[in-house]
T-cell receptor, first 119, second 110 residues
Framework: GAVVSQHPSRVICKSGTSVKIECRSL??????MFWYRQFPKQSLMLMAT?????????EQGVEKDKFLINHASLTLSTLTVTSAHPEDSSFYIC???????????????FGPGTRLTVL | GQNIDQPTEMTATEGAIVQINCTYQ??????LFWYQQHAGEAPTFLSY????GLEEKGRFSSFLSRSKGYSYLLLKELQMKDSASYLC???????????FGTGTRLQVFP
């Protein structure tokens, strides 16, 4: 159980276009999902917390108008990189918590990531 | 601010033991996680500590000292497949957020 999927796994786009990345919890409901960005040979940087039915909470330094997050259902959150530029090229990873798991700790389950390359 | 530091790179020999340290200074603490990440893949959960002491899980153990803001991950009987990045992450109290450390790239040699 506790599987998180992301789509697409890889995307290459031209500078100036917008790219949408989907994050789905396949076998559990997630009121909260998280979006991270990871540059090569670096660690994960939290971008925002996605809350079902309400606005996302962005970390300091992350432009909310550039990285649009929508969490329309308990199993789906989307991240849209608007007007992407080469510096947005990165590995984007989402995660979700299964609140009904009965786990003693708040383990986050990670999606497989999306490799974005902006030309 | 949040500071979570790890050594950038470590090397070790197959069959050996390696300890990866993590020091943290965060605004609130609700537990510390260790994740393993192979290149281009998602992180996978290894361990969780919220109380001081050692948690053992097969070849992997993790230690926490809350008063010192310090944790380590101990890997025993190293195998080639253990070559990966190891990330410590602190869950911030009352936010559900995980803040990741700088990550340690471990290379295991034959």
């Amino acid at each position: 159980g506790a599987v998180v999927s992301q789509h697409p796994s890889r995307v290459i786009c031209k500078s100036g276009t917008s790219v949408k990345i989907e994050c789905r919890s396949l076998d559990f409901q997630a009121t909260t999902m998280f979006w991270y960005r990871q540059f090569p040979k670096q660690s994960l940087m939290l971008m925002a917390t996605s809350n079902e039915g309400s606005k996302a909470t962005y970390e300091q330094g992350v432009e909310k108008d550039k990285f649009l997050i929508n969490h329309a259902s308990l199993t789906l959150s989307t991240l849209t990189v608007t007007s992407a530029h080469p510096e947005d090229s990165s590995f984007y990873i989402c995660s979700a918590r299964d609140l009904a798991s009965g786990s003693l700790y708040n383990e986050q389950f990670f999606g497989p990531g999306t490799r974005l390359t902006v030309l | 601010g949040q500071n979570i530091d790890q050594p950038t790179e470590m090397t070790a020999t197959e069959g050996a033991i390696v300890q990866i340290n993590c020091t943290y200074q965060t605004s609130g603490f609700n537990g510390l996680f260790w994740y393993q990440q192979h290149a281009g893949e998602a992180p996978t959960f290894l361990s969780y500590n919220v109380l001081d002491g050692l948690e053992e899980k097969g070849r992997f153990s993790s230690f926490l000292s809350r008063s010192k803001g310090y944790s380590y991950l101990l890997l025993k009987e190293l195998q080639m497949k253990d070559s990966a990045s190891y990330l410590c992450a602190v869950e911030i109290w009352d936010t559900d957020k995980l803040i990741f450390g700088t990550g340690t790239r471990l290379q295991v040699f034959p």
